[in-house]
């Protein structure tokens, strides 16, 4: 993912398409990211229309440290805070 490469991480993706995460990067410093990577979802209808669609990591994912990685349909990537 381009993003991370900007920010110096080393990027390997899951090649099996299952599993718990989508990429793990890593940096010089030895620094792991375990990524699970969703699009970012707004409402379209109901009483919070125009609000973002909240994401949770899953137990699983929690106990082995995998973050969320956001994607806005303009490209922007942010982690998620809540995870």
């Given amino acids: 993912m381009q ?3 900007k920010k110096n991480y080393y990027v390997f993706h899951n090649i099996s398409g ?3 995460c989508d990429l793990i990067a890593l940096n010089d410093n030895g ?4 990524i699970d990577v969703k ?9 919070h229309a125009g609000h973002k669609i909240r994401r949770m990591v899953t137990k699983l994912q929690k106990k082995m440290g995998i ?4 994607v806005t349909k ?6 998620y805070k809540n995870d």
């Fill in 3 to 5: 993003w991370l490469t």
């Fill in 18 to 20: 299952l599993g718990p």
């Fill in 31 to 34: 620094d792991i990211l375990k």
């Fill in 39 to 47: 699009s970012e979802s707004i409402r379209k209808t109901g009483t």
């Fill in 67 to 70: 973050k969320l990685l956001m």
């Fill in 74 to 79: 303009q490209g922007k990537c942010y982690f």
